[in-house]
């Protein structure tokens, strides 16, 4: 029998999960807002190495973050009432991609874009080379096949610009800022929320490098899709890949860097 206590822990720490995208007013990438928990219970998250709630001078931060430990015992919980996100990773698993897999993630690439969008197979290529470490692609379990990925540079560029897309050198690994450059998931993997769990765990992988910022640009239709994963609509982009119009969106990651770049 679990104690209250118990129980008030591992309903905290699923609720914050399951909300787990930035709330859509410009606050950085964090899981779920304190303010309407029990703060002991947040205090033993904490302790338990589940969450990491930041501390500021003048008392803590609204927001806190899961762990890995934290999301891993989240999904543990979710399984144990059949939640369908649970079952999401039991059939699939986040990663860097493999050098090797450079031909399949362009012929993905070909398939989820028309041709004025996508990226050409020989920037595909250069890009892995330059920045395979900003590749997350999303494995299917079962046939070991690659199902989605997103991919990006990293600058300390501000703005978008094309020549991201085309030229692999533009990538500084050191820059504080990604752009990203695609979220492919093939037609047969669709509507089953994993655009939205590779972009969760791309902004997870990036906080903890200390990313700034991650860029993107989309379609008007698509901006609403994106907001629902925290990003902000900073409105019509210079970008015209493609001879098409774009908006241009963006997700704080970290705190401390954002406002001391302020």
Request: charged residues 35%.
């Amino acid at each position: 029998m679990k104690t209250r206590k118990q129980a008030i822990d591992e309903l905290t720490l699923a609720l914050m999960y399951l909300t787990r995208f930035n709330d859509g007013e410009g606050n950085p990438f964090n899981e779920m807002s304190w303010k309407n928990y029990d703060f002991d219970c947040i205090d033993r998250l904490d302790d338990e190495g589940y969450i990491v709630n930041p501390r500021k001078s003048r008392g803590t931060y609204k927001y806190v973050y899961l762990t890995e430990a934290g999301r891993t015992k989240a999904r543990e919980l979710l399984g144990e009432i059949d939640s369908k996100d649970y079952d999401l990773y039991e059939r699939y698993s986040f990663r860097t991609i493999k050098p090797e897999e450079t031909e399949e993630v362009a012929e993905i690439e070909r398939i989820c874009f028309p041709p004025n969008e996508a990226c050409s197979r020989e920037n595909m290529i250069e890009r892995i080379k330059a920045a395979g470490d900003l590749f997350m692609v999303a494995i299917d379990k079962e046939t070991g096949k690659i199902a989605g990925f997103l991919n990006g540079i990293a600058t300390d560029e501000f703005c978008f610009r094309d020549e991201f897309f085309t030229d692999a050198g533009t990538h500084n690994p050191e820059g504080k800022n990604v752009m990203i450059l695609g979220l492919d998931v093939l037609p047969e993997y669709r509507k089953q929320g994993l655009g939205r769990e590779l972009v969760y765990n791309y902004c997870r992988r990036e906080q903890e490098r200390g990313r700034l910022r991650l860029v993107l640009t989309c379609h008007a239709n698509i901006v609403k899709m994106y907001s629902k994963f925290g990003f902000l609509d900073r409105g019509e982009s210079a970008s015209e890949w493609g001879g098409e119009k774009w908006h241009e969106m963006d997700i704080i990651l970290n705190h401390e860097i954002y406002f001391d770049e302020e």
